[in-house]
């Protein structure tokens, strides 16, 4: 039924959707976010002043965050990646930085 919410029982409580009747299948998922700063904080981000490297510090932590998924989101499966990519570049306007993260598990 379209427009049901999954995570919520007749009486209106919270639940886990009960997932062991899924197939097993690769599922891969994208998410782009955009972090907008002044031009004085992305020249800091560009010449890796100030905290160090904060693209790299962002990718590493978006790896983590991603592997801790479910601990953080309520009602979240524990998922086992495959993979997980993230990318933190300059945006095209120069307004900021644009994040792109990758995961993929079976």
Do not use: F, Q, W, Y
Not at 23 to 49: F, N, P, Y
Not at 64 to 93: G, W, Y
């Amino acid at each position: 039924m379209a427009g049901k919410l999954t995570h919520i029982d007749a009486d209106g409580r919270a639940r886990m959707v009960d997932v062991s009747d899924k197939a097993s299948t690769t599922r891969i998922a994208t998410a782009e976010g955009r972090v907008v700063m002044s031009r004085e904080a992305l020249e800091l981000a560009r010449s890796r002043g100030g905290k160090g490297d904060v693209r790299a510090t962002a990718e590493i932590a978006g790896v983590m965050a991603a592997k801790r998924t479910s601990d953080l989101i309520p009602m979240c499966h524990p998922l086992a990646l495959s993979n997980a990519k993230v990318r933190v570049d300059e945006s095209a306007d120069g307004s900021g930085l644009v994040v792109v993260s990758e995961v993929a598990t079976t």
